[in-house]
């Protein structure tokens, strides 16, 4: 192998590598492509929920994250005080643009 192969060989795997994970704040399954998925987090103390809150996380190219995902935001966003679930909801697109959002159901 010519030096000129080698070093092209090395920056196509070190571009590879470095696009890997662009895009990507999910905790879940990951498509390079397109993901859409729901995953279930925990189960309150609540015995049913008729209140939605959510809260969000947005990655674009995987250099800017913004947003709180987290429970108590979810929590405001919904004006809920008892939990009855909490859901985990993940979105990408081609690696360019992805959401994470905490899902809380309750009353």
């Avoid at 905790?27 to 809260?55: C, L, R, Y």
Wanted: proline share 2%.
């Amino acid at each position: 192998m010519t030096m000129r192969k080698a070093v092209i060989s090395i920056l196509i795997v070190a571009v590879g590598f470095s696009l890997a994970g662009c895009g990507y704040v999910s905790d879940g399954p990951f498509a390079w492509g397109m993901a859409n998925h729901w995953t279930p987090v925990a189960k309150g103390t609540a015995s049913s929920g008729i209140k939605e809150g959510q809260a969000c996380i947005y990655s674009f190219f995987g250099m800017v994250a913004i947003g709180d995902a987290g429970i108590e935001a979810a929590l405001r966003n919904g004006g809920i005080k008892d939990i009855f679930t909490i859901d985990s909801y993940n979105q990408s697109f081609f690696g360019t643009y992805s959401r994470q959002c905490t899902v809380v159901i309750g009353g």
